[in-house]
């Protein structure tokens, strides 16, 4: 399994689709930089958290780093996984592989670390370069609490990531044509990320519980509210009152690290279980698929 | 040919959905031998391989490869047979040695091994000049050649070869065929399945014609051509300017000669050896205008066509 996750990773890293992904990051990042540079001074430094303003702090047109990590994710995610099957079998890769003397879910596995130790890399990559720069920036170095909610939230965008990258590989799985594996993809992500929560969603829901509660069953809400806790502490409701009106009344009490980590478990175990679902589905339908070329 | 029997399927089956692809399928193949799969499309040659390989489960009957079950014992199965799909591929970006080496690694072959193997090869399949030029610039011929080094790294006791000359030209057909033809001097048994006879045939020891999924009809080439030409294995076709009775008794009291038969202008001469020289010379005797003889040698080609009207 060590041999294709190295040739995966060694893949990933020489291709044009990564390197225009990590062109597509960093510009994230700086564009990140320059909304907190221009919006931080705007927020009041009396809330503490200085340095997870950073990331949270939008600029005068320019969203804030986190919105832009959440616009990206996704997309990297499904770029890493959308063709992981169905282009080795269109290449006619796939059976000159498996007739070596490895097991077939090595195959899969693989390609599966890969694609997250690719993600993990570039996430990380880009917390660092605004953390580092930032720090030169505002000048106020992290406290311990800023630090682990920083890596607390580098996790759940690794199993953001993570998820999207599962479902397209379910679908490189599903479906012989790569065009049709990214197209459904990025369908699902559109759906979800966009038509679920700002029109369905609201056309439909009565009241605030069936609101919220089919707002969560979009992964793009999932990932929202648990990076507005992890990374806005003073936002209790996770959620329901992160509209900018109803925070400036709330009294500065921001939660502590344990109760953030409390109110996201559910998020975060949520996305892990749509994560395995996704990656258990196209591991059975791999197992159990035919090879054959035609 | 008579060496141990290394491959063979018992009563092998595979069905897709309700169709039968493979039908109770017995098969022999001995070691060091060149074995021919012939068939139409269709006939199930690609599954009946990629049921030897463990690539796919038999819906019954069972398989046997150097004494292992593909079904039970894939890994095994594959550590030491060697397989060329039908539409090999290979990583693009990567070179011809680069992708030979991800394949050696994953079979555990050391590095400095692996790359003393490749060499000789890439040198052997005769593309040893272009081993560090990304596979994505090669000719099909040249993907070709190097998809049988792929089969060949490990070693293998069986290499299993999937339509190797499809879509070839001509030059290139024949470059494979002569490097298939060596294959069982390096100690290999070569399973190859083809729908192009006359290459089959220049290389194959004994075939097995497959039809819908059965064995039509499965021997050693020379047991075949014996077989389907009952009586003799030249047939000779003398064409004169006026046929008549007297001629079929001149041709006739040739020694060596079976049988005659008139048909039209045409005479059909059923010999035991090339009697051409013998027979021109009676029919220019007897003072009939000789316009031009053929002779027939029974190919693999008839051999399936014959069996494939009755199949």
């Not at chain 1, 993600?119 to 917390?127: Q, R």
């Not at chain 1, 502490?233 to 009490?253: C, D, K, V």
């Not at chain 1, 559910?266 to 990656?279: E, K, Q, V």
Request: charged share 20%; net charge neutral; glycine share 8%.
């Amino acid at each position: 399994m060590a041999t294709i996750f190295r040739k995966e990773l060694a893949d990933y890293f020489t291709s044009i689709r990564i390197f225009i992904l990590f062109l597509l990051v960093f510009g994230a990042s700086a564009a990140g930089l320059f909304a907190s540079f221009q919006g931080i001074r705007g927020t009041g430094t009396e809330t503490g958290f200085v340095f997870l303003k950073l990331f949270t702090t939008s600029g005068e047109v320019i969203p804030s780093l986190t919105t832009f990590i959440a616009l990206f994710v996704p997309l990297i995610g499904i770029a890493l996984g959308f063709d992981a099957i169905n282009s080795e079998r269109a290449s006619g890769t796939l059976s000159r592989i498996l007739s070596q003397p490895i097991y077939r879910d090595n195959v899969i596995n693989a390609k599966f670390l890969a694609g997250i130790a690719t993600l993990s890399i570039m996430i990380l990559a880009t917390i660092l370069i605004v953390s580092g720069y930032g720090l030169r920036m505002i000048g106020v170095a992290p406290n311990a609490e800023e630090i682990i909610r920083l890596f607390l939230y580098l996790v759940l965008t690794i199993i953001y990531g993570a998820f999207w990258m599962g479902l397209a590989i379910l679908f490189s799985v599903l479906f012989r044509k790569i065009a049709t594996s990214l197209l459904s993809s990025i369908a699902l992500w559109l759906f979800f990320g966009f038509f679920w929560v700002s029109l369905i969603v609201p056309a439909i829901a009565r009241t605030t519980e069936v609101y919220l509660m089919l707002q969560r069953l979009s992964p793009h809400t999932l990932f929202g509210e648990a990076t507005g806790v992890l990374l806005h502490p003073i936002s209790r409701g996770a959620g329901l009152l992160t509209a900018g009106e109803e925070i400036s009344y709330m009294l500065f009490n921001p939660l502590s690290l344990g109760q953030s980590i409390l109110l996201v478990w559910p998020h975060i175990t949520g996305l892990i279980g749509i994560t395995a679902i996704c990656f258990a589905t196209s591991y059975v339908l791999f197992m159990k698929q035919e090879i054959r070329a035609t | 040919m008579a060496g141990k029997i290394v491959v063979e399927t018992k009563e092998l089956t595979k069905r897709y959905d309700d169709v039968i692809v493979v039908d109770h399928l017995n098969l022999h193949i001995r070691e060091k031998e060149i074995f021919g799969l012939l068939g139409p499309n269709g006939a199930g040659k690609t599954t009946t391989i990629l049921m030897l390989l463990g690539l796919t489960e038999p819906a019954s009957g069972s398989a046997q490869v150097y004494g292992y079950n593909p079904t039970r014992e894939p890994l095994k199965v594959k550590r030491l047979a060697g397989y060329l799909p039908e539409k090999v591929g290979f990583y693009e970006n990567l070179t011809a040695r680069e992708n030979l080496m991800f394949i050696a690694e994953l079979n555990g072959i050391s590095y400095a091994e692996a790359n003393r193997k490749i060499d000789e090869l890439l040198e052997m399949v005769g593309i040893g000049e272009v081993a560090n030029l990304a596979v994505g610039k090669f000719s099909r011929g040249m993907k070709q050649r190097l998809g049988i080094a792929d089969a060949l790294i490990k070693s293998p006791k069986v290499v299993f070869l999937d339509e190797p000359t499809a879509g070839l030209d001509p030059e290139g057909i024949n470059q494979i065929i002569n490097l298939i033809a060596n294959l069982p001097k390096m100690g290999a048994t070569v399973v190859l399945s083809s729908h192009q006879l006359y290459q089959v045939q220049q290389v194959c020891h004994s075939i097995g014609i497959l039809s819908k999924g059965k064995t039509v009809v499965e021997g050693s080439l020379d047991q075949l051509r014996r077989e389907a030409l009952a009586g003799g294995n030249y047939r000779i076709e003398v064409e004169t300017a006026q046929p008549n009775p007297k001629l079929i008794d001149i041709v006739n009291k040739v020694p060596g000669v079976r049988k005659v038969e008139a048909k039209g202008n045409l005479l059909l001469v059923n010999a035991d050896s090339d009697l051409r020289a013998e027979i021109a010379k009676v029919i220019v005797q007897s003072d009939t205008p000789l316009i031009q003889m053929k002779i027939q040698e029974f190919s693999l080609d008839d051999i399936y066509m014959k069996y494939f009207h009755e199949g």
